[in-house]
């Protein structure tokens, strides 16, 4: 909130004075969507005033000529006058608009975040045989001989603020690179209220490495469908997959639970 006021006189003549008085009042708010009665406010009030006061022998005589009465005082004159207006406004932060939400719905859905690494697992392999080289038998290690490597993970937002984390960061990292830079709200929600400050975008990354053998992966290089080189290496990587599944825990009714799988 910020207030500021003034108040300004002119002596026009010793019976004469002028004055004018200004005031603003602002409000920033913290978000773009506000309940009623909670509207940030951007007022201006300015007012005007004149006082005159005068010595006047005219009503000296007139009150004279009235019977019985003998004035020894001199008749003043004082004129006050004032006018003063408001003019009521709306912050600047929400575009001028004097809009308020009775109700965004929010509530009516239950968020579930899906970006913390650790409520991920690994995948289990696809009953395909492109993926499946057991053909679905139990306890056989050629299920995972196509996985390939893929790693998740959420970067650290104390790398992204200069002159706080900064010391951490390799040196062979740049950050304007796409894969290691940070990532704005605006950027994933066009329509997004954005926050007072500089606020990252928590992301969930996921890193496929398909020529590297994955977690799990017991290939001895025997398997036709999923050759392997001198260096490890897979000879095929475009025939690899991975995987990574999570299970959504916020209803306790398991005919509407669901499973999320990633799989790429």
Do not use: C
């Amino acid at each position: 909130r910020s207030l500021l006021g003034t108040r300004l006189d002119y002596k026009l003549s010793d019976d004469i004075n002028i004055g004018g008085t200004f005031l603003y009042y602002n409000e920033r708010p913290l978000i773009t969507r506000n309940l009623i009665g909670n509207e940030p406010a951007r007022n201006i009030q300015y007012g005007l005033d004149m006082n005159l006061k005068k010595n006047s022998r005219v009503l000296t005589k007139m009150v004279d000529a009235l019977p019985f009465l003998q004035t020894k005082e001199v008749s003043t004159v004082t004129v006050n006058a004032e006018f003063a207006q408001l003019l009521p406004g709306t912050s600047n932060k929400i575009h001028g608009e004097g809009t308020s939400f009775i109700d965004d719905f929010e509530n009516a859905a239950t968020p579930y975040s899906l970006l913390s690494p650790q409520g991920w697992k690994l995948a289990a392999t696809p009953r395909e045989p492109a993926f499946d080289l057991s053909n679905g038998a139990l306890n056989n290690l050629k299920a995972g001989y196509n996985r390939g490597k893929l790693s998740w993970f959420q970067v650290d937002n104390i790398f992204y603020i200069q002159g706080g984390g900064g010391s951490y960061v390799p040196k062979d990292i740049k950050l304007a690179n796409h894969y290691t830079r940070p990532v704005l709200p605006n950027e994933i929600f066009p329509y997004f209220d954005p926050y007072i400050g500089n606020f990252y975008q928590p992301v969930l990354n996921l890193a496929y490495y398909p020529s590297e053998r994955g977690q799990y992966n017991y290939n001895d290089g025997t398997a036709s469908q999923a050759l392997l080189k001198s260096d490890g290496s897979f000879a095929n990587p475009e025939k690899n997959w991975a995987g990574i599944t999570t299970a959504i825990r916020t209803n306790v009714d398991f005919e509407q639970s669901r499973k999320w799988s990633i799989r790429r």
